[in-house]
């Protein structure tokens, strides 16, 4: 068969695919862009292009594109046993060892855990499961779930509840009843003078009288990214997190990381949990467990938890495709790869202060009023001449700057007015310094 042609293709992506996250009209009048192939932390598009992948698809290709590992491990698991349920009390082998190793690597005490198929589908099952232990502990009023500003917990009605960005919510006539939102830790979008870990103790005093306000008998879990991604790369002050926690634990009240985008080595740690001794009682991961190469998601229950729910009858929860044997042998794979070429050492110890020190590098950049970062993670603000006080909900600065970062051969990701990247755990010093040169020349640009 003859390969299509690059406006074959568009045709039909137009006509028949609806795309996520994705401005239809942009769509229309800039025409689809594909991706070719794959290598390291490079991707090829539809004009054969090689761009560097700051963004790591979405925060997930932790190891890298092109690992044959990985699609070894696959192709032997689905020769042997493509599919089969762990429902009805059975299952396959990776899935068994894969929920063994997750417990070996997971912070002490989240000894058990449930797969899904996304980090929006992990969130979910966290809401299920709490709900079922609530009920089954005599707590039946402890319902209300308690989230952040500038959260993002997944696309799901109750998923998209909890996310706290009206970008997400307001297409929908969303949250639902029963999700209550404290602030999160931006000091620089709340811009009120305060330094970082002076806005870090005042949201957590107004945390508290929300919780008393609302009722800590009514609330059953309060769901926390140790950095939140999506919502702009808020990077927290030292113990911001842990007193958080502390707070939960005062008025019984369940603590959820999201770690979707943070675990496995993504900031140098296995988990920011370990990282800022936060002591989960349940821990959510998706992304990097598989760098994306197979959805995968695992929800990972605190011990104590996980027996009241196994001694409460049938769990009645579950995907059809939860633990499916390709997508955990492709897990087990990819660990394997993150443990033996010491990629989480690396991050902590060599690429990811070399990302944080390019980084504030460009802190002196006349476009750009802020960086944050931790690890393989950070974020610029940008800022048109006037500063400040010229941004609106509608200069999206940010995302004009990574279209003209993507012109200069690296993907990253505009959000709001601020452009965030997350490169691969792979990265070399020179792709480093690549994406960084290419990043300041789009700032140049966007000036003019």
């Known amino acids: 068969m003859e390969p299509l042609s690059l406006e074959t293709l568009r045709r039909i992506d137009r006509a028949h695919h609806l795309h996520p996250f994705t401005d239809h009209a942009d769509l229309e009048r800039h025409g689809t862009r594909i991706i070719r192939s794959a290598s390291g932390c490079t991707v090829i598009d539809e004009h054969d292009r090689p761009l560097i992948d700051a963004l790591a698809g979405l925060w997930c290709v932790n190891v890298g594109y092109g690992r044959r590992e990985i699609a070894d491990a696959v192709h032997r698991q689905m020769t042997a046993v493509a599919y089969y349920p762990s429902f009805f009390n059975t299952t396959t082998e990776p899935t068994i060892l894969l929920a063994g190793k997750l417990a070996q690597l997971a912070p002490k005490g989240l000894g ?161 949990s370990d990282l800022w001794n936060l002591e989960p009682d349940l821990l959510v991961t998706a992304k990097g467990i598989t760098s994306g190469y197979l959805p995968l998601g695992a929800t990972l229950v605190r011990d104590e938890i996980a027996d009241v729910l196994t001694r409460g009858g049938n769990l009645a929860h579950g995907y059809t495709y939860s633990g499916h044997p390709a997508a955990t042998a492709a897990a087990l794979a990819n660990l394997e790869i993150i443990e033996r070429e010491k990629l989480v050492e690396r991050a902590r110890d060599d690429v990811g202060p070399y990302l944080q020190k390019k980084l504030q590098a460009l802190a002196a950049h006349r476009a750009v009023a802020e960086v944050r970062g931790c690890g393989l993670i950070g974020a610029l603000e940008v800022v048109p001449r006037g500063g400040r006080a010229e941004l609106t909900p509608t200069t999206l600065l940010g995302v004009k700057a990574a279209g003209l970062v993507r012109e200069e051969g690296v993907i990253v990701r505009g959000i709001r007015d601020l452009v965030a990247l997350a490169p691969p755990l792979v990265v070399t010093h020179e792709e480093i310094d690549a994406i960084f040169a290419a990043v300041e020349r789009g700032l140049d640009r966007l000036w003019g």
């Open 112 to 272: 058990h855990a449930f797969f899904s198929n996304s980090g929006s589908e992990a969130n979910e099952s966290a809401l299920k499961l709490i709900r079922a232990y609530q009920k089954l502990r005599g707590a039946r009023s402890k319902q209300k779930i308690v989230t952040r500003s500038f959260a993002y917990h997944g696309v799901t009605l109750a998923t998209t509840s909890m996310t706290g960005l009206p970008a997400c919510t307001e297409p929908f006539d969303l949250p639902l009843r029963g999700f209550v939102q404290v602030p999160g830790p931006y000091a620089y979008g709340a811009n009120d003078g305060r330094t970082l870990e002076q806005y870090a103790e005042h949201c957590l005093a107004e945390t508290e009288r929300i919780l008393l306000r609302e009722g800590p008998d009514t609330i059953a879990a309060l769901f926390a990214e140790p950095v939140q991604g999506a919502g702009g790369v808020i990077v927290p002050p030292p113990g911001y997190l842990r007193a958080l926690r502390d707070l939960c634990r005062r008025h019984d009240i369940l603590f959820v990381a999201d770690e979707v985008i943070t675990a496995f080595g993504r900031l140098g740690a296995w988990f920011a």
